[in-house]
């Protein structure tokens, strides 16, 4: 079953072009056996098979539509023929490169469409060998819609850590709006660090943790045990300090 994403020379009439021929059968073995390989889904906006000369084999429908030719006018063309000029240099060049030293390359380019413009586009081909014959297989796509994608995803990070810089502002906002309506009489003091350090008392004292206070001798550690026995459900409850120290 042939590739329903490549046009085959043969679904149309022959294009009249006596200096390059290929054997119809051998286009249909090397679809049938490169078919497998080139799917459909993920694929980038074009997709090709040129043979070692440069020759157009086959292609996906989005080359017809975007460069503007005919299935007919296609077939044979040489990859030279789509290259504004001032590209075509280092575009052959990278081709031979595969064929040469059988890796991947990346090239940007524009291609010229029939009708003459312009687009940009990244391509990128590597080497496939069937029945000891190399072919290039290759992808690309427009560089304007990889800017527009990569300007999109720049703003949404912008917009995200607006978002995340709103987010830590309100709470702070809350937790300071927090401590003044939830007073500590006996805790006095205006300071970010003792903020921090009772809204912290605020959010444990409702639980069942236990809670280890730490720090040196004369930092009110008791004060703050106090405060939390306060705010806790056990506040109707005795408050029962014990001296660890004198315990030992």
Known sequence: MYSKIFYLYHRYKQPKTPHYSMDQKKINDLLNKLSGKMVLEGMPELAYIFDN????????????????????????KDISDFIAPEYQEKTLAAMEAIFREKKEQTVEYELITKSGKRIPYI???????????????????????????????KEQISETEQLKNELYAENIYLREEYIEQHDFDEIIGKSQLLKDALFQVQQVAPTDSIVLLKGETGTDKERFAMAIHQKSKR??????????????
């Open 123 to 153: 391509g990128s081909g590597s080497l496939t060998i069937v029945d000891n014959e190399e072919y290039f297989v290759g992808m690309a796509i427009s560089t304007d819609k990889l800017k527009k994608t990569e300007r999109l995803l």
């Open 235 to 248: 506040k109707d409850h005795a408050f029962i300090k014990v001296n660890c120290h004198s315990a030992n």
């Open 53 to 76: 000369q440069g020759k157009m084999l086959m292609w996906n429908k989005n080359i017809e539509s975007i460069l503007g030719y005919s299935a007919a006018e296609l077939f044979g």
